[in-house]
């Protein structure tokens, strides 16, 4: 299931080319950063607007244009009860849709990145002393991995 | 206010006992679990392990008021389509919290929404913190006093308008079992008693949604036609504009008050607190997917049970029992199980203001003990014990507070102070977290100014309302200061507490911070540290 196995375990045996030739000194330097970034950021901002904004237009479309909102569908049912009742619909999808999103996209490259900043900090602190300044509230990487 | 008792003596005695039972046994519960150890973490955080469905259900607990259960779905029993966009509202508001917030909120926080802050604006944490502590404790203090104002409205469906010391005595009985549940119990505490509710909660709405549905054998076109027809507005019960038509301020009054519920969720201190409690990012996104569906459930269930009292009522009983329509849930209750059903109702909404009531008094002492006291004043160099001292003794002072503050404005309505607290929050806090979570180059000098500026200019609108002068309900309805026409201010002062945010940034000349700072956090909201 991991596709980006921690990769500490292999170090030692031989020398991996993309972190010896191109050391990634910071993370968010890195390309995978900048992608995941876009990514997350990218649907989020999409998804809300077409559902909190898609249900601001549904409001305001039942303030002020009720003559097209009160044309009935079925039996009393109108088009804006309608439109009401879609509103819970586009929210489960738009649920199903960020979950799937983060699932497929966004969790392999943070894990992946994950493993890497842990492999660098653990190159910096073999030779030296804790590497945090004070201003982190909490230590990073302090309690190691979780199962994923 | 109200005249007539609503309901008989019966269901009142039985609701006594029902309410003192669970409350004696979710109180138990809750000092069972109290937190053992003068660990701050477990008193602001509770166990942080628990399954995606149980955080669900807390956040769920934490977000449904009584405004909810009672006030919108009178709204929906006097108002039909206007009432109906109440609901879908208050579910909406949860897409925000899932896309955008839970989760870089989570990876970045520790305990307050200061401690996020703090990340990203190191240099300047410490006024920031002020800033936002006076925001939470403005925020919780208006919905705290909503929640006990709320409880003595309660009582006046069964005893009619109450006396004086019986007004004192429920709301003095409600605080005291908050500030019992926050100061002993903490979060662990909150937690039992909002899993407890919520399930109740949900349990009772949709049964007795189901019931109303069964009655009108599962035909919802039968419902809506015998609704329509009781509703004594005919069809125009089911289109829009009966509460907020006519007028265009109106209609604007109408939006703005939906801008607030959409963007206020995202910003209710309690509600982000509990999104700090899975340990997570995985966990926590399971939990929100869980809250939205038992939120969305609620509502629609809330939806139907209005519907249903106006079809089985009609809408004169319910107005004449109750102007602003707050009894039309036990009325339905009573008409449909007599007073068995209306008694295990009325416990629920009890237990939902109290439940909700409890996470506002811990959501506010955690940010008066955290931000303010450990961080601000001892300057980060407070023991645990001693900052765990100080957030149960805020979380007693917040609470009496919060009774004497009810007692003076027992009279005000339920669902506009929660509503103004909602504006508030949207203006005053959503500004900053999405500026600090996105925006790269904010500064504490924004942050400053568009969480006064927010706060400040929700509330002096909300001074020069209606709410409080020239209209028959206000609470001075004799003067007329009331400039502003909108009843609830979002409209206005959720984009200037944006603009402020904005502004405070480009024009703020100091020292820039460390632009590692920002790396660093980022880092952290994306990829995590340690989950």
């Not at chain 2, 020292?511 to 990829?527: G, I, K, Q, W, Y």
Request: net charge neutral.
């Amino acid at each position: 299931m991991p596709e980006f196995p921690p990769r500490r375990d292999d170090t030692p045996t031989f020398p991996l080319p993309h972190i010896e030739h191109a050391p990634p000194s910071r993370i968010s330097d890195h390309p995978e950063f900048h992608s995941l970034r876009r990514a997350q950021r990218r649907f989020g901002t999409r998804a809300t607007i077409l559902s909190v904004g898609g249900f601001l237009l549904y409001v305001l479309l039942s303030s002020f244009v009720p003559a097209v909102m009160n044309q009935p569908l079925f039996g009393h049912l109108t088009i804006g009860l309608t439109l009401g009742l879609g509103q819970f619909v586009i929210m489960g999808v738009t649920a199903w849709c960020y979950v799937r999103h983060m699932r497929t996209r966004v969790d392999p490259l943070a894990r992946g990145l994950r493993s890497r900043q842990y492999e660098n900090e653990n190159r910096r602190t073999r030779p030296s002393a804790p590497p945090q300044g004070a201003g982190q509230p909490v230590q990073p990487g302090a309690r190691g991995f979780r199962t994923w | 206010m109200v005249t007539i008792a609503a309901i008989d003596d019966s269901s009142l005695q039985l609701t006594f006992v029902l309410f003192l039972t669970v409350v004696v046994i979710t109180l138990f519960t809750a000092l069972l679990t109290a937190p053992q150890r003068d660990e701050i973490s477990e008193f602001y955080l509770g166990n942080r392990t628990m399954s995606p469905l149980r955080n669900g259900l807390a956040m769920c607990g934490d977000y449904l008021s009584a405004a909810t259960l009672l006030g919108s779905t009178g709204l929906v029993a006097l108002t039909g389509y206007d009432g109906l966009m109440y609901l879908g509202g208050t579910t909406v508001a949860w897409m925000m919290v899932l896309l955008l917030i839970a989760e870089p909120l989570q990876r970045t926080g520790k305990f307050t929404l200061g401690d996020t802050v703090a990340l990203r604006l190191p240099r300047q944490q410490r006024p920031v913190r002020v800033a936002l502590a006076v925001c939470i404790l403005a925020i919780t203090t208006l919905y705290l006093v909503a929640q006990l104002v709320g409880s003595v409205a309660l009582l006046t469906q069964f005893t009619g308008s109450p006396s004086a010391t019986t007004r004192t005595l429920c709301v003095a009985v409600i605080g005291t079992f908050v500030i019992l549940y926050a100061s002993l119990g903490g979060m662990p505490g909150a937690t039992v008693i909002q899993i407890i509710k919520a399930v109740m909660l949900i349990v009772g709405v949709l049964f007795t949604a189901g019931w109303v549905l069964y009655h009108f054998d599962w035909n919802p076109n039968a419902l809506l036609e015998r609704a329509a027809d009781r509703s004594g507005t005919g069809l125009s019960f089911l289109e829009p504009g009966l509460r907020y038509g006519g007028t265009v301020s109106n209609k604007l009054d109408f939006l703005s008050l939906e801008l607030a519920i959409v963007l206020g969720l995202a910003a209710l201190p309690h509600v982000l607190m509990r999104l700090l409690a899975p340990r997570s990012s995985s966990v926590l996104r399971r939990s929100v997917v869980w809250a939205i569906g038992l939120v969305g459930a609620v509502c629609f269930g809330a939806g139907i049970l209005g519907l249903g009292a106006t079809a089985l009522l009609g809408r004169d009983t319910i107005e004449s029992t109750d102007r602003t329509g707050n009894a039309s849930v036990l009325l339905l209750a009573h008409e449909l199980g007599g007073s068995v059903l209306t008694a295990l109702l009325t416990c629920l909404a009890y237990l939902t203001l109290l439940a909700v009531a409890v996470g506002l008094t811990l959501a506010a002492a955690s940010s008066l003990a955290h931000d303010l006291y450990s961080e601000v004043i001892r300057k980060g160099r407070a023991s645990e014990t001693e900052e765990l001292t100080v957030a149960r003794l805020s979380g007693a002072v917040i609470g009496i507070l919060g009774i004497l503050l009810a007692l003076v404005a027992w009279g005000a309505n339920t669902a506009t102070l929660a509503f103004l607290a909602f504006a508030i929050a949207a203006s005053a806090i959503l500004p900053t977290i999405i500026y600090t979570l996105f925006w790269r180059r904010f500064t504490a000098k924004g942050a400053l100014l568009s969480l006064y500026g927010g706060l400040l200019s929700s509330v002096l609108l909300a001074v020069f309302s209606p709410v409080v002068s020239s209209a028959p309900a206000s609470f001075y309805p004799e003067v007329d200061f009331a400039w502003f026409p909108l009843q609830n201010p979002g409209i206005v002062s959720i984009p200037l507490g944006f603009l402020l945010g904005w502004l405070g940034t480009v024009l703020d000349k100091g020292p820039a911070e460390d632009s590692t700072a920002h790396e660093e956090f980022e880092v952290r909201m994306l990829v995590g540290a340690d989950d």
